[in-house]
C-alpha cells in the first residue's frame, strides 16, 4: 500500500509546529520563572546589638510586671434550647445582672401552666376531702395523699421555675463583652459557653521578687505604680505574696489597682516602685531588647553568625535598664533592635 507523499509532509509538519509550541512554552515559563522574585530565607536579618552592662539601681526600686484582668471568666449556659436573642456583642459594657441571652422558654411555660392548674385542682380535692374526712364521711388517709400530692408538685414547680429562670443568660459581674461564643439562632446545652466577661475596674500587676528584696513587701502594703500610659503615678495595694519561690528564687506578688477611668489594660506593662536607702549593682540589659511575656522573658544572643532565643531571669527595672539575675553574661551580644524579622536560629548581620 502506497502512502502519498503530501501527508507524510503534512504530518512532518504538524509534529515539526508541535514540537515549536513546546519549545515556546518551556521558553516562556523560564522568563516568567526568571522575572519572579524569589526572596531568599536564609539571608541574614541586619541587626543592633548591644553587651549586658553593670548598672546601679539606686534611690528607688522598681520591679516590672504585667498587668492582668481583676476577673475573667467564661460565662456558661444553666439551661438548653435555641438562643432567641442575644443582647450583647464584643466590646459590649454589661452590667451585673444584666441578661447576655434568651433561651427558648415555651415549652417549660407550657408545662409550668398544666402543672399549675393540676396543683389548683388538687387543692379543691384536698378541701373537699379535709371536709368529709372531718365529719367521717371519708377515710383520712385520703385527705393526707392529697396533701403530700400538693406538696410533690409544688417541689415540680419550683423545679419548672428554675429551668425557667436558666433560660435568661445573666451577667455575675460588671465587665466588658471580651469574647462571644455564640449568636442568635444557635442550639446550646447545659454547660455550654456562651461569652466571655473581662473585668479591668481594677487590674492585678504581678511582679516577681527577688528573694533579697522579698522582705520589703507586706499584705496590705501600698505602692506606687507606674505605667508608659498614665500621666502620673498611681497606688497599688498588696493582695498577696507567694509563699513558695520559683526555680530561679523569685517570689510572685500581686498587687490590685484601681482602673476606673480605664486608662489601663490588661497586657500593659506596669511597675511596682518601692523607696530604698541601698544600692544594687548588677548586670542589666535594654528594655527594648526583652521579647515575649515577662512570664518568661527572653532575648535574642547572637552567637557564630544566628540567633539563639535565650531565657533570662528578670529583678529590678529602672528606666530603659532591666536588671538580669541569671540567663546572660556580659559577653553576650543581646538584639536590641530588628527582633520584628527573627526567629531562633536565624542568621543574622549586625550593623555598623
Known sequence: MKINRSVIAGIGIGIILIA???LKL?????????????????????VEVSNPTMHTFEDEFSYLGTFEPFRQNIIGSEGS???VAMNVAEGDQVAQGSIIAKLDDEMLQLQLENLEVGIEGQEKDDDRFTTLSNQNAAPAVQ?????LGIKAAKIQKKQLEKQLRA????????????????DLGSVIGAGSPVVEITDISKLKLTVNIPERDIHKFKINQGLSISCDQLTQDVVGKISTIAVQADKAHNFKVQIIVSNTRKEIRAGMYGSAIINSDEKITNLSI????????L???QVYVVRNGRVKLVSFTTGLSEGEFIEVRSGLQASDKVVVRGQINLSDNKKVKIAE
Open 167 to 182: 433560660t435568661s443568660i445573666k451577667a455575675p459581674f460588671s465587665g466588658v463583652i471580651s469574647k462571644k461564643l455564640i
Open 20 to 22: 515549536l509550541v513546546v
Open 295 to 297: 512570664k518568661n522573658p
Open 286 to 293: 535594654p528594655r527594648t531588647a526583652v521579647v515575649g511575656s
Open 26 to 46: 518551556i521558553s516562556n515559563k523560564k522568563t516568567v520563572e526568571e522575572k519572579v522574585y524569589i526572596p531568599d530565607v536564609d539571608a541574614p536579618v541586619l
Open 81 to 83: 434550647g435555641r438562643v
Open 143 to 147: 385527705a393526707e395523699k392529697t396533701k
